[in-house]
């Protein structure tokens, strides 16, 4: 038996729901109905008395807990809130006045796709509401989407997909194809299950799944973020020397290497726990895929804001280690940071990207690749932390930054020092000899100014973990506050450090 599906508010009532009391303010004007013929004025006349509303969407501004934003929301009512000529004029009008006006955009769509009454001079009308969203995106401001029960059509392939943060409501059908036409056209029921919320955030191609009373606070939240000042942030002191590694006690390499396997190392979750003021989680690539080897979404560590990328070393088994969609979904956290001029926050804490026919066929090696060159070019100031291991192409692909910060016991390496002794000695015996000859120490790289920092162990992060987050955290919210000053440097500059 398939789930209820949820009840449907208006547009009004979610607005009503999402904005301060009394604070909408509508931005529309009557529709153009020239030219219509008399039949579809009737059947457009029919939908306004039975909608209470003049076309199958709402635009205008209100305050959200406070802050100023720009609605753009569907009204299923409408004949299924479906796009036709006017209500695509009254998309993009509203979308563009963001955009002039510097306000985060959100969208509520809820649609049946292009109105059939109108035909293919609607359908191209997702054309120019496509880039009307992409011009607002371009200006480096927020779009966030909640897609509603249904969004579908052509609605679902254009403004519903184009979100830097996207969330669903629960049990919504949300797809591409509407279920009845595919029953139409192919004579048999559409599988169960798929076009739903739910599905598609298990896919990794949305970010949530929440209910409309919900959405306000996550939104509020993700905007805090993403609308934070990027200029005159409040100077944040530098941590104090002891939090710093000062040369001693100097530990051996290969016990280095033996701390950072510990299984109760704290790993990127515990480090957000203790140490960030906030966190929204963010989920997938946005295009099918996502790995729990990697961990994305937005944190604050203290007021500066960053979007977060970490290799979640609880994600990550001998069975299911990080595959090229992690790097997939890593390539999305770092485009969010390019156009909303974030900080990106990369961590390094992985046994090695997957070895695997999967991981070929996926084109693992091609993605750390496109990795290594986002990373160099991001027009977007970039810090990377080494936290615990650092095994081959999978950490390399996270280490260009504009400054490394290292733990006292992380370390980087071609390959595990186990591989390493079995191509040159063929024996895994001297796995300790290769981790002292390839100087891995985050210590040594610190001497080679790869690292600029080194976070100190006292004397091991696993036996210390609240306090070990809790400065690495602070080191973190220094080095952010930085950044967010002087912003990104050159590729050269970044690729300088290895010479």
């Given at each position: 038996?398939?789930?209820?599906?949820p009840a449907?508010?208006?547009?009004?009532?979610?607005?009503?729901?999402?904005?301060?009391?009394?604070?909408?303010?509508?931005w529309d004007?009557?529709?153009?109905?020239?030219?219509?013929?008399?039949?579809?004025?009737?059947?457009l006349?029919?939908?306004a008395?039975?909608s209470?509303?003049?076309?199958?969407?709402?635009?205008?501004?209100?305050?959200?807990?406070?802050?100023?934003?720009?609605?753009?929301?569907?009204?299923?009512?409408?004949?299924?809130?479906?796009?036709?000529?006017?209500?695509?004029?009254?998309?993009?009008?509203a979308?563009?006045?963001?955009?002039?006006?510097?306000?985060?955009?959100?969208?509520?769509?809820?649609?049946?796709?292009?109105?059939?009454?109108?035909?293919?001079?609607?359908?191209?009308?997702m054309v120019r509401?496509?880039?009307?969203?992409?011009?607002?995106?371009?200006?480096?401001?927020?779009?966030?989407?909640y897609?509603?029960?249904?969004?579908?059509?052509?609605v679902?392939?254009?403004?519903?997909?184009l979100?830097?943060?996207?969330?669903?409501?629960?049990?919504?059908?949300?797809g591409?194809?509407?279920?009845?036409?595919?029953?139409?056209?192919?004579?048999k029921?559409?599988?169960?299950?798929?076009?739903?919320?739910?599905?598609?955030?298990?896919?990794?191609i949305?970010?949530?799944v929440?209910?409309?009373?919900e959405?306000?606070?996550?939104?509020?939240?993700?905007?805090?973020?993403?609308?934070?000042p990027r200029?005159?942030?409040?100077?944040?002191?530098?941590?104090?020397?002891d939090?710093?590694?000062?040369?001693?006690?100097e530990?051996?390499?290969?016990?280095?290497?033996?701390?950072?396997?510990?299984?109760?190392?704290?790993?990127?979750?515990?480090?957000?726990?203790?140490?960030?003021?906030?966190?929204?989680?963010?989920?997938?690539?946005?295009?099918?895929?996502?790995?729990?080897?990697?961990?994305?979404g937005?944190?604050?560590?203290?007021?500066?804001?960053?979007?977060?990328?970490?290799?979640?070393?609880r994600?990550?088994?001998?069975?299911?280690?990080?595959?090229?969609?992690?790097?997939?979904?890593?390539?999305r956290?770092?485009?969010?940071?390019?156009?909303?001029g974030?900080?990106?926050?990369?961590?390094?804490?992985?046994?090695?990207?997957?070895?695997?026919?999967e991981?070929?066929?996926?084109?693992l090696?091609?993605?750390?690749?496109?990795?290594?060159s986002?990373?160099?070019?991001?027009?977007?100031?970039?810090?990377?932390?080494?936290?615990?291991?650092?095994?081959?192409?999978?950490?390399?692909?996270?280490l260009?930054?504009?400054?490394?910060?290292?733990?006292?016991?992380?370390?980087?390496?071609?390959?595990?020092?186990?591989?390493?002794?079995?191509?040159?000695h063929?024996?895994?015996?001297?796995?300790?000899?290769?981790?002292?000859?390839?100087?891995?120490?985050?210590?040594d790289?610190?001497?080679?100014?790869?690292?600029?920092?080194?976070?100190?162990?006292?004397?091991?992060?696993?036996?210390?973990?609240?306090?070990?987050?809790?400065?690495?955290?602070?080191?973190?919210?220094?080095e952010?506050?930085?950044?967010?000053r002087?912003?990104?440097?050159?590729?050269?500059?970044?690729?300088?450090?290895?010479?």
């Amino acid at each position: 038996m398939t789930d209820p599906k949820p009840a449907r508010l208006s547009a009004a009532e979610l607005i009503d729901l999402v904005l301060d009391d009394g604070s909408w303010s509508s931005w529309d004007t009557p529709p153009d109905r020239t030219g219509v013929s008399e039949e579809y004025a009737a059947v457009l006349a029919a939908a306004a008395e039975k909608s209470g509303v003049d076309e199958s969407v709402l635009t205008g501004e209100g305050l959200m807990h406070g802050r100023r934003v720009a609605v753009v929301m569907g009204e299923f009512a409408f004949l299924a809130g479906s796009i036709g000529r006017a209500s695509a004029d009254r998309l993009v009008t509203a979308i563009e006045r963001a955009t002039r006006e510097e306000l985060p955009l959100l969208a509520g769509p809820v649609s049946g796709g292009t109105r059939m009454q109108e035909g293919t001079p609607a359908f191209v009308q997702m054309v120019r509401i496509t880039q009307a969203v992409a011009a607002h995106k371009e200006a480096g401001l927020p779009y966030l989407v909640y897609l509603r029960h249904p969004t579908t059509g052509g609605v679902m392939a254009s403004w519903g997909s184009l979100g830097h943060m996207t969330v669903a409501e629960p049990g919504a059908l949300i797809g591409f194809l509407g279920p009845r036409v595919y029953e139409a056209l192919y004579g048999k029921e559409f599988p169960e299950g798929v076009q739903t919320g739910e599905n598609l955030y298990a896919h990794g191609i949305i970010d949530a799944v929440l209910a409309p009373h919900e959405i306000a606070h996550i939104l509020d939240r993700a905007l805090a973020m993403l609308t934070a000042p990027r200029l005159g942030i409040a100077a944040v002191p530098p941590p104090p020397a002891d939090h710093f590694y000062d040369g001693t006690p100097e530990v051996e390499t290969w016990d280095a290497v033996t701390r950072s396997r510990r299984e109760d190392r704290p790993g990127i979750r515990r480090l957000l726990r203790y140490a960030a003021s906030d966190v929204v989680p963010l989920n997938g690539t946005g295009q099918g895929e996502q790995d729990p080897g990697l961990f994305i979404g937005l944190v604050r560590f203290g007021e500066a804001p960053c979007v977060f990328l970490g290799q979640d070393r609880r994600g990550q088994t001998l069975e299911h280690p990080m595959g090229p969609e992690a790097l997939r979904e890593a390539r999305r956290g770092m485009r969010l940071a390019s156009d909303l001029g974030l900080p990106l926050v990369t961590v390094i804490d992985t046994q090695g990207a997957a070895l695997s026919a999967e991981a070929e066929n996926g084109g693992l090696a091609g993605e750390i690749a496109r990795c290594l060159s986002d990373l160099v070019t991001l027009d977007a100031p970039t810090l990377c932390l080494m936290l615990g291991e650092g095994n081959g192409g999978g950490a390399l692909a996270f280490l260009p930054a504009d400054r490394v910060v290292a733990t006292q016991h992380s370390w980087l390496s071609p390959l595990p020092p186990e591989g390493a002794s079995a191509i040159v000695h063929r024996d895994l015996d001297h796995a300790p000899e290769m981790a002292r000859s390839q100087q891995v120490r985050a210590i040594d790289l610190h001497a080679r100014g790869i690292v600029d920092m080194v976070v100190a162990e006292r004397p091991d992060a696993a036996d210390e973990a609240e306090a070990f987050c809790q400065r690495v955290g602070r080191v973190l919210e220094h080095e952010l506050a930085v950044l967010l000053r002087v912003g990104p440097g050159s590729p050269a500059d970044r690729a300088r450090r290895y010479v």
